[in-house]
């Protein structure tokens, strides 16, 4: 039986983005090009917007940098959760942005992280799409690209209890894992789910591709 399950965004945003020297969610997507005007955009701003066409609400987790990103987040119409010890890791924003989700009465969640360029519309479509004609043996649909899986996945309510009960030390990956049976990998056509934007030179390559 397909189901039609309420959707959030989480967005985890708290990194300290210190080999990239400058907060990753506040970079300018697109890149500049020389010859055209600068865009007003960020990694942020464009990924509250690629999920805005597919959730109910978007949340982004913030750390240390919630002054600097919430004035973006609110002009997007994104909601800011502040993860108090961002040191303990980033499974830590995740599951302080998976209990927002629930206590908005929410049972399910399109996850991204905010360091890589936005997922295409066509991609947010079919996640949805794929998880709402799935049974409720799939926890989650994961996109994948030249097997490479990546962001944003989808986790349904059994998934998301799963990360929630998990200790503050463990990985979003590991739990994965663990529920591997109840896992979809969906091909897309969308190099941006597998991208891991780091370092000032991987951020300067995008504006080759």
Excluded at 42 to 57: M, N, V, Y
Excluded at 88 to 94: A, D, E, K
Excluded at 157 to 165: C, D, K, P, S, V
Aim: proline share 8%.
């Amino acid at each position: 039986m397909s189901r039609a399950p309420s959707f959030a965004g989480v967005i985890l945003a708290a990194g300290e983005s210190s080999r990239m020297g400058a907060d990753k969610a506040l970079l300018p997507w697109p890149p500049a090009v020389a010859g055209q005007p600068p865009t007003k955009n960020t990694f942020l701003s464009a990924t509250i917007r690629s999920l805005s066409l597919s959730t109910d609400f978007i949340i982004v987790v913030a750390g240390k940098n919630e002054a600097a990103i919430a004035p973006v987040a609110y002009a997007e119409g994104a909601s800011i959760v502040v993860n108090p010890d961002p040191d303990r890791g980033q499974f830590s924003s995740l599951q302080i942005g998976l209990h927002e989700v629930l206590n908005r009465g929410r049972d399910a969640a399109m996850i991204t992280l905010v360091d890589r360029p936005p997922a295409n519309a066509t991609t947010i479509r079919i996640l949805r799409e794929a998880f709402e004609a799935a049974g409720n043996d799939t926890w989650a649909v994961v996109p994948e690209f030249s097997s490479q899986h990546g962001h944003p996945y989808i986790a349904g309510r059994e998934l998301i209890e799963a990360f929630l009960q998990a200790p503050v030390s463990g990985s979003a990956r590991d739990v994965e894992h663990a529920h591997q049976q109840h896992v979809v990998y969906l091909p897309v056509d969308d190099a941006a789910v597998a991208l891991n934007i780091n370092t000032p030179d991987d951020y300067a390559k995008l504006a080759t591709l």
